[in-house]
């Protein structure tokens, strides 16, 4: 239960379903509220103080982290996939330009999604990171999802190679700041100690291997919802 305070968040208990079912409630008030009160402006402005949000609970987390805690520089920078969108996230929600949609629609959806489904939460309720935790991957959905469906972005088949490639040069970026700072930034030293998708694809390397080989189809994969809804829209026009 949520007052256990300090326990460890384990996957399908009521700290980890709780903050899913809390952020479906919020996306879809948002889209719905959005979409009937407000005009364009209004609807740019609020997914910006969305990406603000997000961006801001992390950085705030990290600052404390460096006053109040052990903060380590090899393992605490927020270099992991998730947390550098969350970082740059306002940019994004800022510019809306659609070649940064492109790749982040296919890198949070895929990433985020797995940390929603197996959170690696060693602190639970009510600790600081607990809640940034959640704000960072629930909050980088709501955003990604808003502009989805109310600010109707899609991805195109092009934008599943661009986003691969984008993914590729942020690997080679890892690998240098992992050997400069004796560090496992984005699991490519080592797999995570808590539940992963990565526990099923074998020990190192061969989990980077098979991470690698299974990113296009499962970028296609997230694709495919928008090619059906694509190819159902040009149906009914004819």
């Not at 947390?83 to 929600?93: E, R």
């Not at 992963?196 to 694809?201: C, E, K, M, V, W």
């Not at 499962?218 to 040009?234: E, S, V």
Request: contains cysteine; aromatic residues 22%.
């Amino acid at each position: 239960m949520l007052y256990i305070v300090l326990s460890k968040v384990t996957v399908g208990s009521f700290q980890h379903v709780f903050p899913i079912v809390l952020a479906f409630v919020f996306i879809l008030f948002l889209i719905n509220y959005s979409r009937k009160n407000f005009n364009s402006l209004q609807k740019q402005r609020a997914v910006h103080y969305l990406g603000w949000f997000v961006s801001v609970t992390l950085v705030s987390f990290h600052l404390y982290r460096i006053l109040f805690d052990n903060y380590n520089f090899k393992t605490d920078l927020p270099l992991y996939l998730c947390s550098l969108m969350a970082l740059l996230i306002p940019i994004f929600t800022y510019y809306r330009k659609y070649v940064m949609f492109e790749i982040l629609v296919f890198w949070i959806i895929g990433g985020t999604l797995q940390g929603v489904l197996t959170p690696d939460i060693s602190v639970g309720f009510p600790s600081f990171d607990y809640f940034r935790y959640w704000v960072v991957h629930l909050g980088l959905l709501a955003i990604i999802f808003y502009f989805i469906f109310e600010l109707k972005m899609r991805p195109t088949l092009k934008s599943v190679f661009k986003s691969f490639l984008a993914l590729q040069a942020y690997v080679l970026l890892m690998m240098f700041l992992n050997n400069l700072l004796d560090a496992n930034y984005f699991y490519l030293n080592e797999k995570p100690q808590s539940a992963s998708l990565l526990d099923y694809f074998g020990e190192w390397p061969y989990y980077i291997v098979v991470g690698q080989l299974i990113i296009i189809p499962m970028f296609i994969l997230i694709y495919l919802p928008f090619f059906i809804a694509h190819k159902r829209g040009k149906l009914l026009c004819k």
